[in-house]
């Protein structure tokens, strides 16, 4: 298990830090993708600046969630998050996805 959380922030520090997209797939579940797009929806600001640029069909898009999880305000003119914001962030997710599968398994009864 943490060998996997290991290799996740590598994937995500190296797909934030590349021009081109990324499949989402290559580091998160459909299960999980789902729950990130509904993080998204709490963490953008309300301000154009804040909104997630991202595309869906790119991981940088739930990178930018998992940062955000760590800490990191979201503004583009800021350092990019690094592996410890990345690493936070990835605990509250981790955290946060085991509540959504309890209320989704509940809420299925």
């Known amino acids: 298990m943490m060998l ?13 830090a ?12 459909e299960q999980e993708i789902e729950c990130l797009e509904i ?12 909104k997630n640029p991202y595309k869906s069909s790119d991981l940088k898009r739930y990178i930018w ?3 955000r999880l760590g800490g990191w ?15 936070i962030g990835l605990q509250k997710f981790t955290a946060i996805m085991q509540g959504w599968i309890l209320f989704k398994d509940v809420s299925r009864r």
């Open 18 to 29: 590349t021009e081109e997209e990324t499949d989402p797939r290559s580091c998160f579940s």
């Open 39 to 50: 993080q998204i929806k709490q963490l953008e600001g309300k301000t154009e600046k804040l």
């Open 4 to 16: 996997e959380t290991i290799i996740k922030l590598f994937i995500m520090q190296i797909a934030y």
């Open 65 to 67: 969630v998992i940062a």
């Open 73 to 87: 305000k979201g503004y583009l003119s800021e350092r990019k998050p690094g592996i410890t914001t990345f690493w």
